[in-house]
């Protein structure tokens, strides 16, 4: 891959966004390759947490690249991506962090909205600014307001206006902000800190959490049944019970 570089570091995997002189915004190339990392991500058991950051130190993602937009209206490059906009985001079923290391503007804000932590660089800046090209931001809109709240995401999606490192902490959209040479540590740190517990109940913790978020309360709790009863019957919490008992560290099975 050119513009995307997967790496695995333990249990730790880093999606790079690299493509620094166009701010490592989402051409068609780079959004293929990204896809690709995703499923390698995904489709990988030693992989526990992801961690998505931008090469550079100006741009975790502008958003789509407008400039390739321009440069290739009216011409023959092969077969368009199908635009599935009524389509929720492919959902990893790992944690992720979103270490925003500059600018994050339209679909780089909006992807790392879907990661499940967000922080950044203390010369962040992020918006959404669809509606300053006559756009709308397909997934922002549903994603943002379950965030910041409502007043919060109307004035961001609807003036298209960029929020500096400490407005967004302020106003929940990211949970911390370091500076930029601390930044990739810090992630690192808090990937390691999740990646030390089961990962089973990791991932059924994080689904459930998202049940509550995205279904009625009663209907998520029934849901949700079935997913606890099969991690509080598992190797690993038999495990987990042992090792604090011996006072050692776990050996998790993901069984």
Same mark, same amino acid.
């Given at each position: 891959?050119?513009?995307? *570089? ?11 966004? @690299? ?41 975790? =993602? ?15 490059? !092969? ?20 270490? *925003? ?18 922080? =950044?660089? @203390? ?12 756009? =709308? ?74 049940? !509550? ?24 919490? *038999? ?17």
């Amino acid at each position: 891959m050119e513009y995307v *570089i997967y790496e695995k570091k333990g249990h730790v995997a880093y999606i790079t966004l @690299n493509r620094p002189d166009r701010m490592n915004a989402l051409g068609k190339q780079l959004g293929a390759e990204l896809r690709q990392a995703e499923e390698e991500f995904a489709n990988d058991d030693d992989a526990w947490v992801g961690i998505y950051t931008g090469a550079g130190d100006r741009a975790f =993602c502008a958003g789509r690249d407008l400039k390739e937009v321009a440069e290739t209206e009216g011409k023959d490059t !092969g077969p368009a991506p199908k635009r599935d906009f009524g389509r929720a985001p492919v959902d990893l079923g790992k944690p992720t962090i979103a270490a *925003i290391n500059g600018a994050a503007y339209g679909g780089g804000l909006e992807k790392a909205l879907t990661c499940d932590i967000r922080i =950044c660089s @203390n010369n962040a800046r992020m918006a959404l600014a669809e509606v300053k090209v006559g756009l =709308c931001p397909p997934g922002g809109v549903f994603d943002l307001p379950r965030l910041v709240g409502l007043s919060n995401s109307m004035w961001l999606l609807l003036s298209g206006e960029p929020v500096d490192a400490q407005e967004a902490l302020r106003m929940g959209l990211v949970t911390k902000v370091v500076s930029q040479a601390d930044l990739l540590d810090t992630a690192t740190q808090m990937a390691e800190t999740i990646a030390g517990n089961a990962p089973l109940a990791i991932n059924a913790t994080r689904k459930l959490a998202r049940f !509550g978020l995205e279904l009625p309360s009663d209907y998520a709790r029934k849901m949700s049944a079935q997913l606890v009863e099969s991690v509080w019957t598992s190797e690993d919490q *038999i495990e987990g019970a042992k090792a604090f008992a011996e006072k050692r560290p776990p050996v998790w099975k993901m069984k």
